[in-house]
């Protein structure tokens, strides 16, 4: 576990950061003796350094940080973050696993909670939802969008980004504009956010916790989890964090009326139904 939060943070480490990643990758540290003074003076940085670095990971203390490297420690065997040439299904699946529930436990925080908050009320405030993504966000843009319609919201996405640029511009304040963008700071994503600006459209953006254009222009803003390093089980992670956090608005979304979300989604499912029925040819005989 604390292999992966040093993944996600590389890129926007200092200096005595990165040189203190550096040496819990190449060093054994023993728990037992290893104090944040210690550990400053092997390595020439403040104590307060030390200390800094482990709450910008995410733990509450220094004594915490140490029982993160013995539980990791009494693991029986690390699992390799890459796939391997010809490994068997089974590891796969197992490196899969770890993988996914590292990225998720990563993307859980104190701080998603009220972002999660934060993007209900956005939704609930909305006359009109309008999705702008690019690449393999356009994917989870749908996901999201999908669910909202079952929610009897008016939701626009799609796929072309020059139509999407257009609904934007046909937008209000009144409106909600939701960027997904790993980055936060393509042409087309800035393009997005101008567009929102002259138009003073709130923004949901869903984004890395990197410092970005899109971070910052965003109303709220939901933070996904991505690795720092590239690998071939790299975008897989980006999905699944960012599944991970649309997943969350919508349930929160959904408890917030739940009869009234209960009563739409049941019409959303029997008119889908109705319609791939009579795309076969299947009619109800008192309906023709």
Same mark, same amino acid.
């Not at 702008?132 to 980004?161: C, K």
């Not at 709130?202 to 970005?212: C, E």
């Not at 791939?276 to 299947?282: A, E, I």
């Given at each position: ?38 550990l400053g003076k092997q390595l020439g940085i403040s104590q307060s350094t ?43 699946? !197992? ?5 996914? +529930? #590292?990225?998720? %436990?990563? =993307?859980?925080?104190? @701080? ?64 909600l504009v939701i960027i997904i963008s790993e ?16 138009? !003073? ?5 869903? +984004? #890395?916790?990197? %410092?970005? =254009?899109?971070?910052? @222009? ?71």
């Open positions: 576990m604390l292999q992966s939060k040093m993944r996600t943070m590389i890129q926007r480490c200092s200096k005595s950061e990165l040189k203190i990643i550096e040496y819990l990758r190449n060093q054994t540290i023993d728990p037992k003796v290893m104090t944040s003074s210690l030390i200390i800094r670095f482990t709450q910008k990971l995410g733990y509450s203390s220094f004594r915490a940080f140490l029982a993160d490297i013995s539980l990791s420690s009494q693991a029986a065997s690390e699992i390799d973050d890459n796939i391997q040439p010809m490994e068997d299904t089974d590891i796969t699946m !197992n490196r899969l696993f770890s993988q996914y +529930t #590292d990225v998720m %436990k990563l =993307t859980m925080s104190d @701080a998603l909670v009220e972002q999660v908050d934060a993007a209900v009320r956005l939704l609930k405030q909305a006359r009109r939802v309008v999705f702008f993504a690019v690449g393999g966000s356009s994917n989870m843009a749908e996901y999201f969008a999908t669910h909202l319609i079952r929610y009897d919201l008016m939701v626009n996405h799609n796929y072309d980004i020059h139509t999407s640029l257009y609904l934007i511009t046909q937008c209000t304040e009144d409106d980055s936060g700071e393509t042409d087309e994503i800035k393009k997005a956010i101008n567009a929102c600006r002259q138009l !003073n459209v709130p923004i949901l953006g869903i +984004t #890395d916790r990197r %410092k970005s =254009t899109l971070n910052e @222009a965003s109303s709220a803003v939901l933070h996904t989890v991505i690795y720092s390093i590239n690998d071939n089980l790299n975008i897989l992670r980006l999905r699944i964090s960012q599944m991970f956090v649309i997943d969350l608005v919508v349930l929160a979304l959904f408890k917030t009326d739940l009869e009234y979300y209960t009563e739409h989604i049941n019409v959303s499912d029997f008119n889908l139904l109705r319609q791939y029925n009579r795309s076969r040819g299947w009619h109800v005989k008192g309906n023709q």
